[in-house]
Structure formats: C-alpha cells, structure tokens
C-alpha cells in the first residue's frame, strides 16, 4: 500500500516568517494530495488540495506544490500569524481507493 | 447548515463494555469513514463505506464493527474486543469513494474508565 512521510514533526516560526511543510509517498499512482488543518481538539479542516496534473496551486497565503517525479509535495505558509499554530496534515490517495494520512506537524508560530 | 455531527463528545467505556459512536452528515455524501486518532499518529483507517448496507475493512479493524443502514449514518461500535480503545475517533464523508475530498466531523474522544 501507500505510505506517506512528513517532515518536520515539530515548526516553530516567528510571526511574519514562512512556514514549509513536506511530504513524500510512494505510490506513483496516488493522484490527489489534500492538505488539513487540526486545531486541538477538533476535526481535521480541509485547507488546500492538489490534483496530479497541476504543478502548484495557491490560495491566498497558503501554496502546495507537488513533484511528481520526486514523489513529494509540500505546503507552504506565507506572512504566518498565529492563528495558522495548528498540527497540519498531508494525504494522499488514487482514485477509488483510500487516503492514507502522514503523521502530522505541530506548527507554533511565535508572535 | 451542511455537515457532519458526532456524537458524544466524550464518552467513557468500562472494562468489557460496548459503546457506540454515532455519526451523521447531511451532505448528501454516499462514501462514509471512520478514522482513529492516537498522539504524535497520523489518522488510522478503522471502517469504510462506499454505498448504503455495504462497507470495508480499513487498516485497524479488529475489535471494532459498523452498520450503514441509512445514507446519512455511519455508527462505529467499539467492542470488548479492543483493548485499547482510548483515542480520538473522527469520521468523515466524501461525495463518493474515489479521489474526492474528505470532510472531518468534529470527533470524540474515548476513554476506558
């Protein structure tokens, strides 16, 4: 099956200062690579999404990029504040299958 | 308002004992999951459901069941048979089982008494 890793486990940034996330997987057949955001105590939001064909998207302060040859793809967080502190969460999945999660990345950002 | 409701929000579980947790959505959505939660992991895939009255094993099955009897409601039981069961359980949706987003429910938090 698929396995997914993720780097850092722990960020810490001050405020202002960009944050970057990655994730690597292993199936070269994964197509859809979501991005969540877990605030303590709360369910996972949805924050960004990428699909295979696209090489980055952006949405206002927050970009994912993907490299499909690498196998890896990353979040990037701009101008942090402190309300982005959260743990953040990549995926990746294929079509008609599961997602399978990677393990996470506590984001503190220091006003 | 659209969305996923869970219920409880904490729920505590004697030695031997079966509890239920209930999940709801009203997105319309057909593909239903139900996820644990431990610290410092990432989400762990316990049951799926990708139509009414069917449904799969995810990774960590064992000691759990669930029924899909309605379009709108996925409850996971946790049986006796798990022993450890203290987690944070979230489930989700998804239009369908394919590639689409899934949105998360609020979850709930096990604990053995």
């Known amino acids: 099956g698929e396995n997914v890793e993720q780097h850092p486990s722990t960020l810490s940034v001050q405020e202002g200062d960009s944050a970057v996330i990655k994730c690597t997987y292993s199936d070269s057949a994964s197509n859809y690579f979501p991005w969540y955001k877990q605030e303590l105590g709360k369910g996972p939001q949805l924050i960004i999404d990428i699909r295979s064909n696209v090489g980055e998207k952006k949405d206002q302060r927050i970009a994912v990029t993907l490299n499909k040859t690498a196998k890896h793809f990353s979040l990037h967080i701009t101008e942090t504040q402190p309300e982005d502190s959260a743990v953040y969460f990549c995926a990746a999945s294929k079509a008609g299958n599961q997602f399978y999660f990677g393990t996470g990345t506590s984001l503190t950002v220091i006003p | 308002d659209g969305g996923i409701t869970q219920s409880p929000k904490y729920l505590f579980r004697k030695e031997g004992q079966n509890v239920t947790l209930s999940c709801e959505q009203n997105?319309?959505?057909?593909?239903m999951y139900w996820y644990r939660q431990d610290p410092g992991q990432g989400l762990r895939l316990i049951y799926y459901s990708q139509i009414v009255n069917d449904f799969q094993k995810g990774d960590i099955a064992e000691g759990y069941s669930v029924s899909r009897e309605k379009k709108e409601s996925f409850p996971l039981t946790v049986t006796s048979a798990q022993k450890n069961p203290t987690a944070f359980y979230l489930c989700?949706?998804?239009?369908?089982?394919?590639?689409?987003?899934?949105?998360f429910g609020p979850g709930t938090r096990l604990l053995v008494l």
């Open positions: 989700a949706s998804s239009i369908s089982g394919g590639k689409e987003t899934q949105y």
């Open positions: 997105l319309n959505h057909d593909a």
